[in-house]
């Protein structure tokens, strides 16, 4: 029980940093955090909430199969499987979901390529990319209404503890071992999208270089 209310506190304050920054535009956006491994489950934000509210019926506590543990009038995010999946794949401990006008646009210019890379970027530090070399690719995948196959596309790009995956004209989906590690991931993606799409304004023709 201590655990669940820890875990509520941690994912309330995560919810109210990302409100300030204006991220949970028209009720959109889901966040998660794992209670327990064994068996799974998570808090996840009920569905079609304006989270940028703060109340006792923001979260609630779901299954290995993404199914409210209790009994409840509330319902779970309508992408509650995309974080059954991250918990199911690896060991990360939070994940969180936002649409931005940033991640959006940047989703649209490089949708087609399947993917942003960045490179000599100091911020891709975030995702543990400390050499000169060192390349960062998120995948961008087609956003798919049918939840389901949503999620199977999403699902072949969790293969490690930390990762952010962008779908179409929708948002960015990270997550990470804890919520600090969550937050930060999806903090540097959204100043690594705000920086892209700066330079093209003044560069045009960074679009066509290839990383
Ligand atoms: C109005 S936003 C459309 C649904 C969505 O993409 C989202 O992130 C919020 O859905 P939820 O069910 O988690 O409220
Ligand atoms: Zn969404």
Not at 125 to 135: H, L
Not at 160 to 186: C, P, Q, S, Y
Request: glycine letters at 6%.
């Amino acid at each position: 029980m201590i655990m669940l209310e820890e875990r509520w506190r941690e994912l309330a304050d995560v919810k109210d940093e990302l409100s300030e920054r204006d991220w949970f535009m028209g009720t959109s956006g889901n966040l998660a955090i794992k209670v327990s491994h064994q068996p799974l489950q998570f808090l996840v934000t009920a569905s079609g909430k304006d989270k940028r509210k703060r109340t006792n019926e923001d979260f609630l506590l779901v299954d290995e199969f993404g199914h409210p543990v209790e009994e409840t009038h509330l319902k779970p995010s309508a992408e509650t499987l995309l974080h059954l999946e991250i918990y199911q794949k690896t060991n990360a401990g939070c994940s969180l979901h936002v649409h931005t006008i940033d991640n959006n646009v940047i989703s649209e210019i490089y949708g087609d390529r399947g993917e942003i890379t960045f490179k000599g970027q100091e911020l891709i530090k975030a995702f543990n990319k400390w050499e000169e070399d060192d390349i960062l690719k998120i995948p961008i995948i087609h956003n798919f209404a049918h939840i389901p196959t949503l999620a199977r596309a999403f699902s072949e790009h969790v293969k490690e503890d930390t990762g952010a995956v962008l779908i179409r004209n929708h948002g960015i989906t990270v997550w990470g071992r804890n919520a600090f590690e969550a937050k930060k991931i999806l903090e540097a993606s959204e100043f690594l999208f705000r920086y892209q799409l700066r330079l093209l304004e003044y560069k045009p023709y960074q679009l066509f270089k290839v990383v």
